[in-house]
């Protein structure tokens, strides 16, 4: 009697090729799948920045005094800022709805028009320290500070610079004598110096220098620690 050895290798191969279509659909499923969502969260992100950019370009139109609607649409790449402004006497609502695709995304703020300290689109707000700038330096934008701004050869603000009422050029306290030499790091046993003063009146210390002179050519850094007695 002769076995059908042919139908046998035939129903293996359906079997094997079967499994192997349910493989590759199910691999072709997952793979639409994580496509469709890549482009979703793309979209979504599209739309959030659309409706910052929405929120940016008013504000800074509104800050600038320059023209525009309560109602406006801007167009960013491929997605849109739908704008709209309220206005009060004391503030304005700013509403920008982001659209890409079929993603919606919303922000809103409110300005204050009541408000009276320095305000800046973009810039730089320095506390009672004020602003050292080194030689060819440069900010880009506004600079508002509360201490003094000084700035080396080829330093460059860009906008507008409003300096609070600063430190004073006078030293609450100094001493610019050079009595003695006190000469330090230069062992491990001399490797630390401490330096003692009183202020003449209380309150917040805002800056505090201290002149060195270096002999040779150190190679590490120093530390300066500020410490009560």
């Known amino acids: 009697m002769l076995k059908p050895k042919g139908q046998t290798a035939i129903i293996v191969t359906l079997i094997v090729m079967s499994a192997s279509l ?25 739309a959030f920045y659309a409706s910052e950019a929405g929120i940016e370009d008013a504000l800074q139109r509104i800050i600038s005094g320059k ?21 009060s006497a004391t503030e304005s609502t700013i509403s920008s709805e982001g659209l890409s695709s079929a993603s919606h995304r919303t922000t809103e703020v409110v300005l204050d ?17 004020g602003l050292s700038m080194a030689n060819n330096s440069q900010v880009v934008g506004n600079v508002y500070s509360n201490g003094n701004i000084i700035g080396n050869p080829g330093a460059a603000i860009t906008n ?44 917040l210390i805002n800056r505090i220098s201290i002149l060195l002179a270096r002999a040779g050519s150190p190679s590490s850094n120093i530390t300066a620690h500020i410490a009560s007695d």
């Open 22 to 46: 349910v493989m590759a659909g199910g691999a072709a499923s997952l793979i639409t799948n994580e496509a469709k969502t890549s482009s979703i969260a793309l979209k979504s992100l599209e």
């Open 67 to 87: 023209q525009i609607d309560n109602s406006e649409t801007l167009s960013i790449g491929g997605a849109t800022a739908a704008i709209t402004i309220t206005d």
């Open 160 to 203: 507008d610079v409003i300096v609070a009422s600063g430190l004073s050029a006078t030293p609450t306290f100094e001493w610019t004598a050079n009595d003695t030499d006190q000469n330090f790091a230069t062992a491990s046993s001399n490797r630390d110096i401490a330096q003692s003063f009183t202020a003449t009146s209380g309150g």
């Open 113 to 129: 028009k009541t408000f009276t300290e320095a305000s800046f689109y973009y810039g730089v707000h320095i506390g009672d320290g």
